[in-house]
């Protein structure tokens, strides 16, 4: 592990010149990829910092499942790229142990779903080791991978995680689901002290989005527990997160054709969870539609609407909106798996009810 403190690189950033977009991210003449974002924050903060290191299945020499380590490991080696055997518990471990030290693993799950193979190890090695020892050991570790549905991979490979990690003191857990998200946060999350659980979605890695060059530059990263208001709206708040975003965005453009002006929050971190920037909005619009693809019971959405009830009851005109996974495991059957997961519609529908443009769902049952 010395050898580890002695590597140096210089990073190269992934980039494609495009026209603007006319969505509200960074004013850019230039898009990029979530898959090209991941890696050039991986590169640049491996190269700014010899104590970072990645290990995980098919991280090197397949230039990684997902391809987002690719170039990394002939750039940086085998002692900071670390080809695994399938054992999520015993490199997890390893990473835990090596951030005890001062080094900043960075542990890739081929899919969140394996990593309850290693869930000791990232609640009770992990999390909860600064408290334990009050103060004494930071373990600044992050462990990310692509998390939730992708498409046809049936009900052990399509869960999503963000309110089991959600739930635990000590994780900092964080959704990105733009190329600024993933850029910004993952290096926020590397430079942290405490341990990361960064959920990435596998259908967003293709995604392009406009990037500025304030985005670019090696500086840069993203507050940890900030959202942030993709668009403004006056008629109804639409809280998500990852992919459930985009989901959010083209409801929103629906909307706006009856009339319905919906402001859309990009949570960027699940927990901590920014409860301000969500009230403020449900103050304004006085109306709250949470969507996200994991169950319903005990989620991000039931947590999000508790909050409003705690702290902006009086000022609601309408009963909170809901939008989730079905209550089932997660279908194989293309067709059911659409089912299972929400749709555009489904949000649509769901800011209808709320702002009282169709009729509610008790009343046609």
């Not at 090696?218 to 997160?241: L, M, Q, R, T, W």
Request: contains cysteine; charged residues 20%; glycine residues 8%.
């Amino acid at each position: 592990m010395l050898k580890i403190l002695k590597q140096k690189a210089v990073s190269a950033p992934l980039l494609r010149a495009v026209v603007l977009s006319s969505r509200n991210y960074s004013v850019s003449a230039k898009q990029m990829n979530v898959r090209e974002a991941l890696n050039s924050a991986l590169d640049e903060e491996m190269s700014a910092d010899h104590k970072v290191f990645l290990m995980g299945e098919e991280v090197g020499e397949y230039q990684g499942a997902y391809k987002v380590t690719k170039g990394l490991l002939q750039k940086y080696g085998p002692e900071r790229v670390v080809d695994t055997p399938i054992t999520e518990a015993g490199f997890t471990g390893i990473g835990v142990g090596a951030a005890y030290y001062g080094l900043r693993p960075v542990v890739e799950f081929m899919t969140f779903n394996f990593a309850m193979q290693a869930i000791d190890h990232i609640i009770n090695s992990a999390a909860k080791t600064n408290y334990m020892s009050s103060g004494n050991i930071s373990v600044p570790i992050v462990f990310r991978g692509p998390n939730g549905a992708a498409a046809g991979v049936g009900a052990q490979h399509s869960q999503c995680y963000a309110a089991w990690y959600g739930a635990i003191p000590g994780l900092k857990v964080l959704a990105p689901y733009s190329s600024e998200d993933a850029r910004g946060l993952l290096k926020a999350a590397i430079r942290d002290p405490d341990p990361v659980v960064f959920l990435e979605n596998e259908l967003l890695y293709g995604e392009y989005f406009p990037v500025s060059e304030e985005v670019l530059d090696a500086g840069f990263s993203i507050p940890i527990g900030k959202a942030k208001i993709e668009k403004e709206g006056k008629d109804v708040s639409i809280v998500a997160f990852s992919k459930m975003v985009g989901f959010s965005l083209k409801a929103a453009e629906i909307l706006a054709k009856d009339g319905i002006d919906a402001e859309v929050i990009n949570l960027r971190s699940i927990r901590p969870l920014d409860r301000s920037t969500i009230n403020a909005s449900v103050r304004r619009t006085n109306r709250l539609v949470t969507v996200e693809e994991g169950f319903p019971q005990h989620g991000v959405g039931a947590e999000i609407c508790a909050s409003i009830v705690e702290d902006s009851f009086g000022y609601l005109d309408a009963p909170v909106e809901r939008i989730a996974g079905a209550d089932v495991p997660m279908p194989y059957a293309a067709n059911l798996e659409r089912l299972a997961l929400p749709q555009v519609e489904d949000i649509v529908r769901a800011a209808k009810r709320a702002c009282y443009r169709s009729v509610p769902m008790s009343a046609a049952a």
